[in-house]
């Protein structure tokens, strides 16, 4: 599999809050060979199914937090990596996070033993820093992080793909410098904006303050996502525009992206 152009695709624009229409936490980012999760809540793998894709298709998943609308389909993700056996994935997963993966990891796997516990040679866990921003090469993408303010593990992804272009994921956070640095010139910030303006709560965006964040880092198009119940009766899109004049988008689930 190999994307020509990098492609976009959200696979979860709700939240904890059941819902037919939005599954948990959730993008797919694919550039050159790489298919890279952003985030994994519950419905994740529903949909990447429903997207035509495989869990198998999966090259890299990186966590913005441990929340479980955001971790929470981790175990039965890699439970299905496991199945059949001879385990059928013919590349390592990359599991990425802020620090305390690995104690995070371990705790799952205290509980759900080998059915989790993937070949040594099928998964490389990977400790980022949450102090300050930080940045590896990938064979197929430059990866960029920077802390957010909501979790003390809680980071925000740039990803830049072979083809330039750059997706920034926000994770859950407030209104912080970091995210405006980080989301400096993308082509599109998916950021969340979990309630509108009027019910604001600490630790999450509304849709004025990521419309002021794209504003301040001059970003292509922002996508607002992660939307609980209260966001269905607003006009999310009329308060983005008090802040922003840009390209806006309503983030939906399958909703596709190329860049």
């Not at 298919?35 to 298709?57: N, Q, W, Y």
């Not at 059915?115 to 993408?141: C, K, T």
């Not at 593990?153 to 912080?176: C, F, H, M, Q």
Request: proline share 6%; charged share 20%.
């Amino acid at each position: 599999m190999r994307a020509a152009r990098t492609c976009v695709t959200i696979l979860g624009s709700g939240t904890c809050v059941p819902s037919l229409a939005r599954s948990a936490c959730a993008v797919l980012v694919e550039t050159g060979q790489a298919a890279i999760l952003l985030d994994i809540g519950p419905g994740t793998m529903r949909r990447l199914l429903e997207a035509g894709r495989s869990v198998f298709d999966i090259s890299h998943l990186f966590l913005s937090h441990f929340h479980p609308d955001h971790s929470g389909e981790l175990v039965a993700f890699l439970f299905a990596n496991k199945y059949p056996s001879p385990v059928p994935r013919n590349r390592p997963l990359t599991l990425a996070a802020g620090e305390g993966i690995g104690l995070f990891f371990n705790g799952l796997k205290a509980v759900f033993g080998e059915w989790i516990d993937l070949a040594p040679q099928r998964i490389h866990l990977v400790s980022l820093a949450v102090s300050r921003s930080d940045g590896i090469d990938f064979a197929d993408f430059h990866l960029k992080t920077a802390p957010m303010a909501h979790r003390p593990e809680s980071l925000a992804y740039r990803i830049t793909g072979p083809d330039g272009k750059s997706v920034v994921y926000s994770g859950d956070t407030d209104e912080n410098e970091d995210l405006v640095r980080l989301a400096r010139g993308a082509d599109v910030l998916i950021c969340e904006a979990a309630l509108p303006d009027e019910l604001k709560t600490p630790g999450h965006l509304t849709p004025s303050l990521a419309g002021r964040i794209a504003a301040r880092a001059r970003v292509g198009k922002l996508v607002l996502t992660h939307f609980y119940p209260e966001c269905e009766g607003a006009d999310m899109l009329r308060q983005c525009r008090k802040t922003f004049d840009g390209p806006v988008v309503l983030a939906e689930d399958l909703m596709r992206m190329h860049l």
